[in-house]
């Protein structure tokens, strides 16, 4: 919640800077690039939520971080499986054998049990860094297609929309369906 006002509040004051370098410039006239026809910033936005659900690379790259999640899942439902086996084997036939192989399968199941735990924390730092990976690669694709596609400097700010920071948002600068669009006409370009 901290880190959430910490954002909110640097977010403002970097708009009160903005605001404050724009009214008390020594430059009496406007550039294009900051100013519209009202005299204000134009700022844009889109809504990430419906980049995520029609950007065909992102639905991709999701797609393969969950059938790699999926691939986990069994490798260690295998290892919890072999463990249960043998735990029940013990169980099983404890009775009929001597102390020292008690003690040599309880080591075993010991083994087996580090095993396991080494193993799920591996693939899970695995998989959290393909994630990483591969959310920078289609975040860095946005960027690329929005700094072309802003290449008039019609706005000066191009924002994604997050419920948490935007209370406001006037449509008319909603450009999410031409960027959608526009993603989805490269990547098809460059598959």
């Known amino acids: 919640m901290k880190s959430i006002s910490w954002i909110v509040n640097g977010v403002l004051a970097v708009a009160v800077i903005v605001l404050f370098v724009l009214h008390f410039s020594t ?3 406007p550039t294009k690039a900051s100013i519209n026809d009202k005299g204000g910033v134009k700022i844009a936005y889109f809504e990430i939520d419906s980049i995520q659900n029609s950007y065909e690379f992102f639905k991709e790259v999701k797609s393969s971080l969950q059938v790699k999640d999926m691939e986990n899942t069994k490798q260690l439902t295998n290892l919890k499986n072999e463990y249960i086996a043998k735990y029940q084997e013990l169980q099983k036939n404890a009775q009929f054998l001597s102390q020292a192989e008690v003690a040599s399968r309880q080591q075993d199941l010991v083994k087996a049990e580090k095993n396991y735990t080494a193993k799920e924390q591996q ?7 393909e994630s990483f990976k591969r959310l920078q690669e289609v975040k860095k694709k946005i960027e690329v297609f929005l700094a072309n596609y802003n290449k008039n400097k019609e706005f000066a700010f191009i924002l994604s929309s997050n419920a948490d920071l935007m209370y406001y948002k006037d449509t008319t600068y909603d450009i999410t369906a031409d960027i959608i669009k526009g993603l989805n006409a490269d990547y098809k370009s460059k598959k």
Not at 123 to 129: F, G, N, V
């Open 27 to 29: 430059n009496s006239t």
């Open 123 to 129: 693939l899970s730092q695995e998989l959290q860094e």
